[in-house]
């Protein structure tokens, strides 16, 4: 049984910086594409940015492109979210997932989520 253990939400001020931290345990990690979503208070789940297996290929959703940026660490079984240049319309609870292929990710749909963790961006 896969599971995802999320840490580094909180609260930061417009302009911060946050990073978030998702450790992957119950499988090989190197062997499934892993990836963040949110759900922005009374919206649909999103995906925020996905990473293959071995790091070769990313996805960013529009919104965050040149401020966020997804990394994995295959030794430590570990993908991160370093979100820069925060903006209030960041508020959301972000989701950890992994998926056994990169695609299941831009079509919403991976195999395994995390319990999520709270990032709130104050004005």
């Known amino acids: 049984q896969v599971y995802l253990a999320e840490s580094g939400g909180g609260l930061v001020q417009a302009g911060g910086s946050l990073r978030l931290s998702c450790t992957h345990s119950?499988?090989?990690?190197?062997?499934?594409?892993m990836g963040w979503f949110r759900q922005l208070a009374g919206k649909e789940r999103e995906v925020v940015t996905a990473i293959d297996y071995n790091g070769d290929t990313t996805y960013y959703v529009d919104s965050v492109k040149g401020r966020f940026t997804i990394i994995r660490d295959n030794v430590k079984n570990t993908v991160f979210l370093q979100m820069n240049s925060l903006k209030p319309e960041d508020t959301a609870i972000y989701y950890c997932a992994s998926g056994f292929s990169f695609r299941s990710f831009i079509r919403g749909k991976p195999d395994y989520w995390g319990q999520g963790t709270q990032v709130t961006v104050s004005a």
């Open positions: 119950g499988g090989t990690a190197s062997t499934y594409a």
